[in-house]
């Protein structure tokens, strides 16, 4: 069996994969993520996203791995909402999304590194949130939570309770879509989870 490796230090794809029961390793992409031509549609953003982390990571590769890159994005009016600068714009983009639906894409790229063999494609999930007031926008803002968070805010944990509904994949909106990839493991490199 080959052996995962995840192109990501996200604590929540991490997790996902170990929920998965997967064995797999984590090797940090050193992609130039600036390299991304921020115009280009959803879609085709987050899968190059995802597809130079894995393939910066597959280019150090001896023995042949499943190389796993993704990369999440919200998008809120055809504008790509990234992780906060500072706590200024975390309550910027707070305001933008309260009461309102956005969608959150992520990119992923599964690559052989011994074959070259890659699969990239996406999923969007829409969310929508409730009206917040600017006391819970600063009191939120205040515990950290969103500040390395695309959007300004954590599905998984203390943002949950702005979020009115989800129409799509909630792990896509916790950073990978776990049905996507199983889906792509198993069709496309024979790597069965069960």
């Known amino acids: 069996m080959k052996k995962i490796v995840l192109a990501s230090k996200s604590p929540r794809r991490k997790e996902i994969l170990e929920n998965l029961n997967i064995d797999f390793d984590i090797v940090l992409s050193d992609a ?9 549609s959803p879609e085709l953003y987050v899968g190059n996203l995802a597809s130079i982390k894995a393939f910066s990571v597959c280019k150090n590769m001896v023995l042949e ?15 790509i909402l990234g992780k906060p600068k500072d706590e ?21 790229c599964v690559v052989n590194s ?12 829409d ?19 969103p500040m390395d968070k695309a959007g300004a805010y954590a599905v998984q944990g203390l943002g949950s309770i702005f979020i009115e ?10 950073g990978l879509c776990a049905f996507k990839l199983a889906k792509i493991l198993k069709e496309e490199f024979c790597f069965e989870i069960l």
């Not at 714009?89 to 990119?107: E, F, P, Q, W």
Request: hydrophobic share 35%.
């Open 32 to 40: 130039d993520e600036d390299s991304v031509d921020k115009n280009l």
């Open 65 to 79: 791995k499943l190389v796993i890159g993704a990369d999440t994005i919200v998008v809120l009016d055809d504008k």
């Open 88 to 108: 200024e714009d975390a309550i910027n983009m707070l305001k933008s999304l309260s009461g309102r639906c956005h969608s959150v894409y992520t990119g992923i």
């Open 114 to 125: 011994h074959t070259g063999k890659a699969v990239t494609t996406y999923e969007k999930t």
């Open 127 to 145: 969310v929508y949130f409730k009206k917040l007031t600017d006391e819970e926008i600063i009191n939120y803002v205040k515990t950290k939570e």
């Open 165 to 174: 509904k989800i129409d799509g994949d909630y792990f896509n909106v916790v």
